[in-house]
């Protein structure tokens, strides 16, 4: 049901999470993020309370990897989804068993691209490479790893939502745009970008 990029700049040490569903308001229930800790994003059947939870314990000095070995006895965790980025942009994931449809996750250095109910495996790949190879900044390059991963097949079916949010040195997103339903969110959201873009 969705696919995402959760990343940290390592030059601003900016964190982002870009993500897209055929879930209405997708960003809203499964991105978080906390300005010098870390972002989280859970999907598949999500649980919000595993975002909120990993950053607590990122914010507390765990690793990625730490906050999700804590985070795999939180009930019913075989139907998450999980992505993490910490401070110092190491990097975890996970994909339950009971994930929908095909799932796939790839990680590379802070960042990690991750989905569900995708029309193959090779969409996460696909959003890696774009995040890789874009020369713009940081919003914009998961912006564009987003689109990659529609070009790629996106979801096995149309999405309707997508959301792009980042966090820098304040306590609030110095990004954070949604579009909550729409037939071409992606696009809508690359709309919304270009008009806010000048405004951070």
Same mark, same amino acid.
């Given at each position: 049901?969705?696919?995402?990029?959760?990343?940290?700049?390592?030059?601003?040490?900016?964190?982002?999470? &870009?993500?897209?569903?055929?879930?209405?308001?997708?960003?809203?229930?499964?991105?978080?993020?906390?300005?010098?800790?870390?972002?989280?994003?859970?999907?598949?059947?999500?649980? %919000?309370?595993?975002?909120?939870?990993?950053?607590?314990?990122?914010?507390?000095?765990?690793?990625?990897?730490?906050?999700?070995?804590? +985070?795999?006895?939180?009930?019913?965790?075989?139907?998450?989804?999980?992505?993490?980025?910490?401070?110092?942009?190491?990097?975890?994931?996970?994909?339950?068993?009971?994930?929908?449809?095909?799932?796939?996750?790839?990680? *590379?250095?802070?960042?990690?691209?991750?989905?569900?109910?995708?029309? *193959?495996?090779?969409?996460?790949?696909?959003?890696?490479?774009?995040?890789?190879?874009?020369?713009?900044?940081?919003?914009?390059?998961?912006?564009?790893?987003?689109? &990659?991963?529609? &070009?790629?097949?996106?979801?096995? *079916?149309?999405?309707?939502?997508?959301?792009?949010?980042?966090?820098?040195?304040?306590?609030?997103?110095?990004?954070? +745009?949604?579009?909550?339903?729409?037939?071409? %969110?992606?696009?809508?959201?690359?709309?919304?970008?270009?008009?806010?873009?000048?405004?951070?």
């Amino acid at each position: 049901m969705t696919f995402s990029i959760t990343a940290r700049c390592p030059a601003s040490g900016m964190f982002g999470i &870009a993500i897209s569903s055929s879930s209405p308001a997708v960003a809203a229930r499964c991105a978080h993020l906390r300005a010098g800790v870390g972002a989280v994003a859970s999907q598949n059947i999500t649980d %919000p309370r595993l975002g909120k939870r990993g950053l607590d314990l990122m914010a507390a000095g765990a690793s990625a990897h730490a906050a999700l070995e804590s +985070l795999r006895a939180s009930p019913f965790i075989d139907f998450r989804q999980l992505a993490l980025v910490d401070a110092a942009g190491r990097t975890a994931a996970l994909s339950g068993a009971g994930a929908l449809g095909i799932h796939s996750i790839v990680e *590379g250095d802070g960042v990690v691209c991750a989905g569900n109910l995708l029309a *193959g495996h090779d969409v996460p790949r696909a959003m890696m490479a774009a995040f890789e190879a874009a020369p713009s900044d940081f919003p914009a390059r998961l912006l564009a790893a987003l689109e &990659a991963g529609l &070009a790629a097949g996106g979801e096995a *079916g149309p999405v309707h939502s997508a959301g792009l949010v980042v966090v820098r040195d304040v306590d609030w997103p110095i990004v954070d +745009l949604r579009v909550d339903w729409s037939d071409t %969110p992606i696009a809508d959201l690359r709309r919304v970008w270009e008009l806010y873009a000048p405004q951070i």
